[in-house]
């Protein structure tokens, strides 16, 4: 039995559309359908029900999925096992993360971990916008929330990250200095897009959040140009730390509502369940994991 068809009829099972499968394996939609119809010709059953909106597995479909994907699962481990020497991985590793924080953040113990593994591949994906990470074929994504809603990931936290509320002196100067949360309400705020309730901030935790809707001229899906507009003195910034630790040091910007914080965010490595996880995305999560639980580097988060 074909394992390329194998994989690919997995993957249109977890993404329910043959294009995204195909995309996902570098190969044609064509050359997809076909694996997948030489498939159910060999095993002589219905694998996928096809409708102008996408795939579902038929019951028979099902049941072959969760076995076949547990013998890919297996042989990719095997892999691993027969190829690692002394701890050296070796393979493809296809990452997405966010770019705000990767390009501030990810490059150095990315950097560390691809100088002990010498063998390793990377593919990154660097977006803001939220990415399908089964869809899209990933071994591993990083991704910043307060709340994780997929359920169909596994999701291993990193580190929790600090927010602060944060101004220009100049515009501080000019609009007054917010004593509550409350007073946002009278000031000029910026939003990010990505964010489904970005005209709400809230503060405080647990069953004390207060929500206060805010007003403002600029909405974005990135981060930098939400310091930007910050430093630039136009409107207030909701912004984790890491994004702002050195304006704030430098006095560039000054962070306000001290004593009210935001709920906290976190950083998590999120991968797909399977039964056995791949040594090579373990190892990286294990190292990312250690790398930001140092203090010199979760002291900026």
Known sequence: MDLQAIRT??????????????????????????RIQSLEDDLGVRLLARTTKGVSPTDE??????????????LEDAAQAVKCTEGNLVGNLRITAPRSFADLFLGPPLMDFMKRHPDLKFEMNLTDERVDIIGGGYDLGLRIARELDDTSLIARKLGTMRGHVVASPDYLEKYGTPEKPEDLRDHYCVFYSNVEAAKQWRFGSGPETESV????????????????????????????????????ESGALVSILEDYPQPPTALYALYPEKRLLPLKVRALIDHLADWFAEDCHASNL
């Open 9 to 34: 009829f997995c993957r249109a099972v977890e993404t329910g559309n043959l294009t995204a499968a195909a995309k996902a394996l570098h190969v044609t939609k064509s050359v997809a359908s076909r």
């Open 61 to 74: 479909g099902a049941l072959f999925y969760e076995r076949g994907q547990r013998i890919l699962d297996d």
């Open 213 to 248: 809707r805010v007003k403002g001229r600029l909405t974005c899906n990135s981060g930098q140009m939400q310091h930007e507009a910050a430093l630039a003195g136009l409107a207030v910034s909701s912004l984790p730390r890491f994004f702002v630790h050195t304006s704030l």
